[in-house]
């Protein structure tokens, strides 16, 4: 069993930084493949950001690129997502998600693809 604990967000103004963590269990965290997903109220979860576990490869969705960026530390069993110049519409829950047993330079963006999940944090950000 994998347990994800997500850490650090908040309410902040729009322009503002957050930096979300992930932090994961398990001694294999080097073969996961992991992920940030965001859901907001009335609307369809979407991944914002993916690495592989190989190779470190990404991916961002469109409106958040140039603005997020995804990293992992295997040392630390940790994933962030640096998130600046926040908007209004980045307000969210936002979740971390993995994939376990991967070892390889594949990124997902399909949530069903993800076997353990986050509780999630609360980002909000006022205009």
């Known amino acids: 069993q994998v347990q994800l604990v997500e850490s650090g967000g908040g309410l902040v103004q729009a322009g503002d930084s957050l930096r979300l963590s992930c932090a994961a269990s398990?001694?294999?965290?080097?073969?996961?493949?992991m992920g940030w997903f965001r859901q907001a109220p009335g609307k369809e979860r979407e991944c914002v950001a993916a690495?592989?576990?190989?190779?470190?490869?990404?991916y961002y969705a469109d409106s958040v690129k140039g603005r997020f960026t995804i990293s992992r530390d295997n040392a630390k069993n940790t994933v962030y997502l640096q998130m600046n110049s926040l908007k209004p519409e980045d307000t969210a829950v936002y979740y971390c998600?993995?994939?376990?047993?991967?070892?390889?330079?594949?990124?997902?963006?399909?949530?069903?693809?993800?076997?353990?999940w986050g509780q999630g944090t609360q980002v909000t950000v006022s205009s």
């Open positions: 690495i592989s576990s190989v190779g470190g490869r990404t």
């Open positions: 998600a993995a994939r376990t047993r991967d070892s390889s330079i594949t990124y997902y963006t399909n949530g069903d693809l993800y076997n353990y």
């Open positions: 398990g001694r294999t965290f080097s073969n996961y493949a």
